[in-house]
């Protein structure tokens, strides 16, 4: 079975620093992942996905097949980076279903 | 971008009584929904992928007669929690899946059970 590992509950970082959000998974297939973000009282929402190799508010995440890596990464962090950000797997399941098995969550709050 | 829309948003019911819990997606068709269940504090688990015109798939644990899922449109799944107890108070989020593996969430709805 599949599974995300999100090491770090709780990440706090200064404005203007660095941040890398780790993320890590266990499949045995071609993964496609995914970074969801939400941000306080609102509902999730995606990031970015791996095949999309692109940045979103100055985060990219580059998929490492070698280490099954999935790092979330932002030269740096501003205020409103806070909030809780979930890396993603999604997995085929049939048909046109893809599933989605979730890492716990990673909590990133940036001081000012 | 893709609007799904929850509702209700927080519902409180008594011991023994049915709540339903409606997804819909607002500005697209969906023929794959998905519902979750969020513990304080922790990650989302799937509970069932639902497929408009055909049952449920559930997941292994969640029992089918305790959460029925009905998708009988392209834009509507609806979520009943029978007989509900204490246990089932949860957050309850629905997303639906526009094009290949892309899912929109729904804002969730927290579920309290006297």
């Known amino acids: 079975a599949q599974r995300v590992t999100q090491p770090e509950k709780l990440l706090s970082v200064f404005k203007g620093a660095p941040v890398e959000l780790k993320c890590n998974y266990s499949y045995s297939g071609s993964p496609e992942l995914f970074w969801y973000v939400q941000y306080s009282r609102q509902r999730l929402q995606l990031l970015l996905r791996h095949i999309s190799r692109e940045s979103i508010k100055g985060f990219t995440a580059d998929l490492n097949k070698g280490e099954t890596s999935f790092h979330l990464k932002k030269p740096f962090a501003q205020e409103e980076d806070s909030a809780m950000y979930y890396c993603a797997l999604s997995v085929g399941s049939g048909g046109s279903n893809y599933k989605l098995t979730f890492g716990k969550g990673t909590l990133l709050t940036v001081n000012p | 971008g893709a609007v799904v829309s929850q509702h209700p948003s927080w519902v409180i019911c008594k011991s023994g009584t049915s709540v339903k819990i409606e997804c819909r997606s607002l500005d697209f068709q969906a023929t794959t929904m998905f519902w979750y269940r969020q513990f304080p504090k922790q990650s989302l688990m799937l509970m069932a992928t639902?497929?408009?015109?055909?049952?449920?798939?559930?997941e292994q644990g969640v029992e089918k007669d305790k959460f029925l899922i009905n998708h009988a449109s392209l834009t509507l799944s609806t979520l009943t929690v029978t007989s509900a107890h204490p246990e089932d108070s949860s957050f309850y989020i629905c997303s639906a899946q526009q094009a290949r593996n892309i899912q929109y969430f729904g804002a969730g709805t927290r579920l309290s059970v006297l």
């Open positions: 639902s497929n408009e015109g055909s049952k449920a798939t559930y």
